[in-house]
């Protein structure tokens, strides 16, 4: 993953409550084995009018929301199905940062795990973001604040470990199997204890599994 | 030692390393369940990086989300809704193929909806943490097993190391004291706590459900109430386990067996929350309130009694859900006309739920110009409905039987609605579209979504109970 120290963009805003990930990305586009490219069906059935054209009502269709890489949205954005397809479209359609005063817990652990920015804020500063579409804003990773056109300055708090992630674009996955050892110690020592909670010892596992090689 | 709640002594069974101010814990994971949608990038990813699974013992796969639920005609070919879902479902054989992972798939007698094979083969155990990359893994909760949902890139972290990076999540206790009154399921309860708490009510949390009206509960019906957790925006949802659960379990292929049982199930007796264990919150549901409940609206918090009038929207949203749903503020659901009913998905498409189903549809005819489907969890559901007749009254009431899949829950396969067509469903979602572009969705229990398709309007099943046993 890149490293993601900054961000500017104008805001674009959906204020719609409850934006849940079925909305970001239908299910019916979820048959792909990739995942990249889904972008063009971000948002889909609110973007499109039947006949495939834009949907002037859909907010991001306004002209002035038009490339803007931060998503001001309502409260509960990404609720519902745990598809990672909907920060990849969103990250696909250009959108680099979501702000919001409460974002659904899988939604912005996928997110984050992604590169795209899943900040909560406090009610009265993402009321405020809310009623002020367009706004120019710089997200600072490191210091972790919001600079607002007028030199204001919101705070906002990421998760340490994430924020470590993106400041210096760790693979979590290799951070996982730096800890090899731990994990393989752990397995053994609970392997023993599996066979008595669980009644079935590692070695039947195996036979289990007879005739499977990876 | 200090008191512990459920959640906390099923965390810390699994600890590999802690969380700290800078990092979040290595959580250990006992079961993986894989499906065909979320996890095909996942093994790509171990591919390119050259990796193998650390435990294809604990990892298993099923096909469930993209497949056709219509048998495959006389020369085998399944009628997939399009090249792609029949891609997927290939490119899941060839993964576990390659990579070594047990798959229930086409050829498998136990091949099924994901969350209800788990428990089924007794892979789902008490004190066990499980994952899968699908948000109702909250599911197998119901049996005391911290389970919960993951993203593609953590399917692929589970898949390489058995481990997860996860932050502890605070405790939600939901006392749901009282019985629940008769012909009130376990369905209409959680629909009724989550317009209670609202779908952001659990966030950040794990739920655990207690109190008598949840100890009275069938396993079945607790993984109903387990199962729509992510609904409250919650992490999980776990019930302690007990002599239901053991019950449940024992004799499953997956369960252990002999002195490994005896040895097991005095492991899970003591998967309960201490006396005096303290949870982040609490709040208090009194079952004898809640009544036959059905959604208005486009998320599963604007749910109300069906014979209550449907609230007025408090906001922009609210009301571009009503008339989403050309629901009308004032009057009661009861009484909706119909189009569609769906009797299937993870929450409801056990034998219990057909039985229930069944029991109203028993002798009567689904409403002209009503479309019923009726879709089992698993092969296995479908075995013992057929061994009981069950879809002889389905059919004879006019009523599509259908091979087991996810079907119109989430409708990628092919099985959906119209637009605007109104849809009483048995499943977890009434999201805008999820059933169908512009298609409308009321979720329901199977009895009343029995009832519904007799009636042709949403109707209150307990009408139907009654002459069905008289
Ligand atoms: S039945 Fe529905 S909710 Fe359950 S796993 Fe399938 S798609 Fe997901």
Known sequence: MKPITRIHSRTAVLADENIDTDRIIPARFLTTTERAGLGKLCFNDWRYQADGSDNPAFPLNQPQARGCAILVAGRNFGCGSSREHAPWALLDYGIQAVLCSEIADIFRNNALKNGLLAIVLDEAEHRWLLEHPGIELTIDVREQYIALPDGGRIRFQLEPFARHCLLNGVDQLGYLQQHGDLIDAFIREREDREAAIHGRTPQQDQSRLAGVTP | MSAKTLFEKVWDAHVVAPETADTPAILYIDLHLVHEVT?????????????????????????????????????????????????????????????????????????????????????????????????????????????????????????????????????????????????????????????????????????????????????????????????????????????????????????????????????????????????????????????????????????????????????????????????????????????????????????????EAARVLRGRRVAEGVRMLVVPGSEAVRRDAEREGLHQVFTAAGAEWRVPGCSMCIAMNGDLAQPGQLVVSTSNRNFEGRQGKGARTVLASPATAAASAVAGRIADPREYMTEAAA
């Open chain 2, 39 to 355: 996890s095909p990038q996942a093994f790509s990813e171990l591919r390119e990086r050259g990796l193998r699974l650390r435990r294809p013992d604990r990892t298993l796969a099923t096909l469930d989300h993209s497949t056709p639920t219509l048998p495959a005609d006389a020369s085998g070919e399944r009628p997939y809704a399009t090249a792609e879902a029949k891609a997927q479902v290939t490119q899941l054989e060839t993964n576990c193929r390659e990579f070594g992972v047990e798959l229930h798939g086409w050829d498998s007698a136990d091949r099924g909806i994901v969350h209800v094979i788990g428990p089924e083969l007794g892979a789902t155990q008490p004190g066990m943490t499980i994952v899968c990359g699908d948000s109702h893994t909250s599911t197998h909760g119901a049996f005391g097993a911290l389970a919960f949902g993951i993203g593609t890139t953590e399917v692929g972290h589970v898949l390489a190391t058995q481990c997860l990076l996860q932050r502890k999540a605070k405790t939600l206790a939901i006392h749901v004291d009282g019985a629940l009154p008769a012909g009130v399921g376990a369905k209409d309860l959680v629909l009724h706590i989550i317009g209670e708490i609202g779908v952001d009510g659990g966030t950040g949390h794990v739920i655990e459900y207690r109190g008598a009206a949840i100890e009275a509960l069938s396993m079945e019906e607790r993984m109903t109430v387990c199962n729509m957790s992510i609904e409250a925006g919650a992490r999980a949802g776990l019930i302690a386990p007990d002599e239901t659960t053991f019950a449940w379990l024992k004799g499953r292929p997956r369960a252990p067996q002999g002195a490994a049982w005896d040895a097991a199930v005095a492991y899970w007796r003591t998967l309960c929350s201490d006396e005096g264990a303290v949870y982040d919150r609490e709040v208090r549901i009194d079952a004898a309130k809640v009544r036959p409940t059905v959604t208005y609206g486009t998320h599963p918090g604007m749910a109300i009694a069906m014979d209550k009038p449907v609230p007025a929207a408090r906001n922009a949203v609210e009301k571009r859900a009503l008339d989403y749903m050309k629901s009308e503020p004032g009057k009661p659901m009861q009484g909706t006309p119909v189009d569609v009913v769906f009797v299937g998905s993870c929450t409801n498409s056990r034998l219990s739920d057909l039985r």
